[in-house]
């Protein structure tokens, strides 16, 4: 079993940035794909960005390349989601995922098994 935490979330205002952070736990947490993913009021679950077990690996949604960046600490079984240049569209419960791939990344929800409890960002205008 693989428990997931995140943190980081908040309210800022938009421009500003934000560090999420994805702190798993339980058997072979760090050699799996990592995703996160938001979803906002009425929204389906969205992609956001994925990174394989090693790193080698990111991929992300149009609506938020060249602004977020993906990474991965696996001594510290943590991946994280630096968010720069925030707009109020980002706004939503961001959720990180693991899947049992190491090294293809899906976008779709349903590819992932384990999920965290989500934590809240909202952008401000």
């Known amino acids: 079993q693989v428990q997931l935490v995140e943190s980081g979330g908040g309210l800022v205002q938009a421009g500003a940035s934000l560090r999420l952070s994805c702190a798993a736990s339980?058997?072979?947490?760090?050699?799996?794909?990592v995703g996160w993913f938001r979803q906002a009021p009425g929204n389906e679950r969205e992609f956001v960005a994925g990174?394989?077990?090693?790193?080698?690996?990111?991929v992300y949604a149009d609506s938020v390349k060249g602004r977020f960046t993906i990474s991965r600490d696996n001594a510290k079984n943590t991946v994280y989601l630096q968010m720069e240049a925030l707009k109020p569209e980002d706004t939503a419960v961001y959720y990180c995922?693991?899947?049992?791939?190491?090294?293809?990344?899906?976008?779709?929800?349903?590819?992932?098994?384990?999920w965290g409890q989500g934590t809240q960002v909202t952008v401000s205008s």
């Open positions: 990174i394989s077990w090693n790193g080698a690996i990111t």
């Open positions: 339980g058997r072979s947490s760090s050699t799996y794909v």
């Open positions: 995922a693991q899947a049992l791939l190491r090294g293809l990344i899906r976008t779709s929800p349903s590819d992932y098994v384990y």
